[in-house]
């Protein structure tokens, strides 16, 4: 006897399926990885200095809040810098993580190193 191919049970619907869940530690990280892709960037300190505060991030459902302690090199027009580094920063949470960035501070706290 041949017996007819099943079909496979169909998917539930998106609504149902569950939800994917990302921690401010790592809309942390993420936000650290993409702000060390801007070159003028020499570090990112997430844990801050002595009188400075640490770098974090913050998810309130889809909406996320940052702040970056990030050391450029010399001489960096740093307007310019915070500029780039904002709208970087942004687009690359956005796309790793589909999250808006409503609010990233930007907090520099050393001019290390001569650029190439």
Partial sequence: MVVPSQRPAPLPSPERRGRTEISDRVITKIACSAAMEVPEVRDVRPRG???????????????????????????????????????????????QTGLDVTRLDITMTDLGGDLP
């Fill in 49 to 95: 200095l002595p009188w400075t505060r640490a770098s974090s991030g913050a998810v309130h459902g889809d909406q996320v809040t940052l702040r970056l302690n990030v050391s450029v090199g010399y001489p960096s027009p740093l307007r310019a810098v915070a500029t780039r580094l904002r709208e970087h920063v942004t687009r690359r949470v956005a796309a």
